[in-house]
């Protein structure tokens, strides 16, 4: 699968630096095209992937991705921490969920947020 997302990111012309996650998320870092909006890419990487994924067959072909997402740009200096956070994931998220460590992203960066709204 992630290679997957990787190769829909490259089909988009933007160039993937590191695909990973766990069983409920993904992270992608990637350049972003000129030619693209950032929704537009994230709209098209969920619609081709669900697309396969749903192609597996049995239980798969009710998957589908939550509706929202979250999108950071990440600074030149902070590429390589951001590819060894990712490839980290199933060891790091041992120690807090997703979601708490989404809800304190947040609040660092002065976000405010519904939870009825961040989760579906």
Not at 25 to 47: M, P
Not at 96 to 119: C, I, K, M, N, P
């Amino acid at each position: 699968m992630h290679a997957y997302l990787g190769g829909c990111a490259k089909s988009l012309d933007c160039l993937p630096l590191q695909v990973g996650g766990v069983a409920d998320h993904v992270h992608l870092i990637t350049t972003l095209s000129r030619t693209i909006a950032i929704a537009e890419f994230v709209k098209e990487v969920k619609r081709v992937s669900t697309n396969w994924i749903q192609e597996r067959g049995g239980l798969l072909r009710q998957f589908h991705w939550q509706s929202g997402y979250g999108c950071f740009s990440v600074s030149e200096s902070k590429v390589a921490d951001v590819i060894r956070y990712i490839e980290n994931q199933p060891e790091h998220h041992r120690k807090v969920t997703f979601q708490d460590e989404y809800r304190e992203l947040l609040r660092r960066h002065g976000q405010s947020w519904d939870e009825a709204y961040v989760w579906d």
